[in-house]
């Protein structure tokens, strides 16, 4: 199973209203990743949040990290319609030579209506 | 897309012929991978690369092979494509900070 599961699966706002997408994670780890993707294009790195870190702010994203629970939302405030996409939370494979490799969710499509 | 390259970006193939995709870098990272993405499954590594001429499996393996004979390209190959290696590929690289850039895709469909 995945090691980043993403909730909810779909979620649609109009414009100028906050997303926020959560997702849960199995093992420890020492950080958590965000990324989007756009219809047809390849995933963007948004945000890394450290595991000593319990918020972070990138614009108008802001990712909170909570280990004890084993989870993380993302929340973007004041939505665009340019914000429509799908976003995956990703985690670090555990291991001294885990090579960079992540492990991510299955995704939140976000649709925001002008 | 951190100079991440793809090529071919669109593929129709016949299943049972070989099929070579391409990734390209200029950033001199280290470590590559290669996704595939499907409707139902998320991105699932394929392969990655760790170094020129070091690689190693992910967990969809089967019927794939990759070659890294330089550091800027990472090449990877259905040795006898079937309809069920119909999907999106995405190559990545890994940064400095264990983030990864990933390149534009290739949509295959084996017919």
């Known amino acids: 199973s995945q090691q980043g599961e993403e909730d909810p699966q779909a979620l649609s706002i109009q414009e100028g209203e906050n997303a926020t997408m959560n997702c849960s994670y199995k093992?420890?780890?020492?950080?958590l990743q965000w990324y989007r993707q756009n219809s047809g294009r390849g995933l963007v790195h948004l945000i890394l949040?450290?595991?000593?870190?319990r918020e972070k702010h990138s614009g108008r994203l802001r990712v909170t990290l909570d280990t004890s629970k084993k989870s993380s939302s993302l929340l973007i405030t004041a939505s665009r319609a340019a914000d429509t996409a799908s976003y995956f939370c990703?985690?670090?494979?555990?291991?001294?030579?885990?090579?960079?490799?992540?492990?991510f969710g299955q995704g939140t499509i976000l649709t925001v209506h002008p | 897309d951190a100079g991440i390259t793809q090529s071919p970006r669109h593929k129709v193939t016949e299943t049972g012929t070989p099929v070579t995709l391409r990734c390209h870098q200029t950033?001199?990272?280290?470590?590559m991978y290669w996704y595939r993405q499907d409707p139902g499954h998320g991105l699932r590594l394929i392969h990655y690369?760790?170094?020129?001429?070091?690689?190693d499996k992910g967990e969809v393996s089967d019927g794939y092979s990759v070659s890294r004979s330089k550091t800027e390209d990472f090449l990877l190959t259905l040795e006898s494509a079937t309809s069920s290696q119909t999907s999106v590929y995405f190559c990545?690289?890994?940064?400095?900070?264990?983030?990864?850039?990933f390149g534009p895709g290739t949509r295959l469909t084996v017919l």
């Open positions: 990703a985690t670090p494979q555990a291991g001294g030579t885990s090579y960079g490799k992540l492990t």
């Open positions: 093992t420890s780890i020492n950080n």
């Open positions: 949040i450290r595991s000593n870190e």
């Open positions: 950033e001199n990272h280290r470590y």
């Open positions: 690369s760790y170094g020129v001429k070091d690689t």
């Open positions: 990545a690289t890994g940064g400095n900070y264990n983030e990864q850039f």
